[in-house]
């Protein structure tokens, strides 16, 4: 029998339109990218069921299926939620200098103390169109405190990767996210122990 | 057969009753012994799971789906997205089954029951489309597998014959 989940955690995907959201959505577990995935056509979150350091966690992610190009996203889209992926596309620059606007929505709108954020370089493969280095990246991601990665939805490099290390970071930071009480065979410590989020430390995992 | 939607599947005369009655819903269950999935629901594609067993209940409901391969459906009724994604919280129920006319599918009776998201293992949910939303594999995005009637929220019906026991 499978497991209980330890917890459910609510994940957000934000972002400018085209860079890649939805596929980085699609991609976390499956092999065959679709470069045809229009303009987000229409998934608006998802269930996923993974395990992270052997414990399986539910995760409910949501795409922001398009509303974002008419600003519309809601408080509500935001609450509740314990982990943000922010996603950049490397081949435009507009989607980098965007990103400070979507952090500053993240910070009005988020109320869970400590939630983790994620920085996506997203389309790395893509050389040739490059303008964003991976320097730049990591400079926004230590100013702003969010771990980092530099990933390709088209090439699967590191998406996983990517949701994992965002899970576990969760994971790690107490009083982010409550115990599934009816999951057995796991004791974390639930108190709120830490006090300030401990977080802090951008990470690159490349 | 004179039913004016394409039927495939043919219901059972006590059951032959419109979708869009309310009361079908709670009708159909009780009258149904309820019985469980006794192994896992997988995706007929790319075996995604979708349901681990014993996680749902069968029941029976006679529903219209537009066929599988998701995206073709979207795209088929892109302009009825965009439009019902504004009004959607006031379409009633009558039209929430009935708001795809020509989107071609087929009528099916036989669901399985999920009242919590949660209990999925892992599910993709649609943007809404005319109070209904849509569920496909969370992996390889086919669907829809089934459907989420945004009247009765704490019902997740998943098409019989679109998952694969396994």
Redesign the interface.
């Known amino acids: 029998m499978?497991d209980t989940?330890i917890t459910?955690l609510k994940l957000l995907i934000i972002g400018e339109s085209g860079v890649g959201k939805s596929s980085l959505l699609?991609r976390?577990?499956?092999d065959?990218f679709?470069p045809?995935?229009?303009a987000t056509?229409?998934?608006?979150?998802?269930?996923?069921?993974m395990t992270v350091n052997g414990n399986p966690v539910?995760l409910?992610i949501w795409d922001t299926?398009g509303q974002e190009r008419f600003r519309t996203l809601t408080p509500s889209y935001y609450r509740g939620a314990q982990g943000v992926i922010l996603v950049y596309d490397v081949t435009s620059r507009s989607s980098f200098q965007k990103l400070e606007m979507w952090l500053g929505e993240v910070d009005a709108y988020a109320n869970r103390p400590g939630m983790v954020k994620m920085l996506v370089a997203n389309k790395i493969d893509n050389k040739k169109d490059r303008v964003i280095t991976r320097d730049d990246g990591l400079k926004f991601a230590r100013k702003h405190s969010t771990l980092f990665i530099e990933c390709s939805a088209r090439t699967a490099d590191n998406v996983p990767t990517a949701f994992e290390e965002l899970v576990e970071k969760i994971i790690q930071t107490p009083g982010l996210w409550e115990q599934n009480l009816a999951a057995k065979g796991v004791n974390l410590d639930d108190q709120t122990v830490a006090v300030e989020a401990p977080c802090g430390g951008y990470c690159s995992v490349l | 057969m004179s039913e004016s939607s394409p039927e495939i599947l043919t219901p059972p005369p006590a059951l032959a009753a419109i979708s869009t009655d309310e009361t079908i819903a709670k009708d159909t269950a009780a009258s149904v012994e309820p019985k469980k999935n006794g192994k896992s629901l997988v995706c007929t594609r790319c075996g995604s799971k979708v349901l681990l067993a014993e996680s749902a209940t069968h029941i029976r409901k006679k529903v219209f789906l537009p066929l599988m391969t998701f995206k073709a459906a979207v795209a088929a009724v892109k302009s009825v997205v965009e439009e019902s994604d504004r009004v959607s919280d006031v379409l009633d129920n009558s039209d929430a089954l009935h708001v795809l006319p020509d989107v071609p599918g087929e009528v099916l009776h036989d669901f399985w029951l999920v009242s919590d998201m949660y209990t999925f293992e892992n599910v993709g949910v649609s943007h809404t489309v005319g109070g209904l939303k849509y569920l496909t594999c969370a992996d390889c995005e086919i669907g829809p597998i089934g459907f989420q009637d945004l009247q009765q929220k704490e019902e997740f019906l998943v098409a019989w014959n679109r998952v694969e026991e396994k």
Do not use: N, Q, S, W
């Not at chain 1, 056509?41 to 069921?49: A, L, M, Q, R, S």
């Open positions: 499978a989940p459910t699609l976390f577990t499956d065959t679709d045809e995935v229009a056509i229409g998934v608006d979150f998802k269930v996923k069921t539910k409910a299926a």
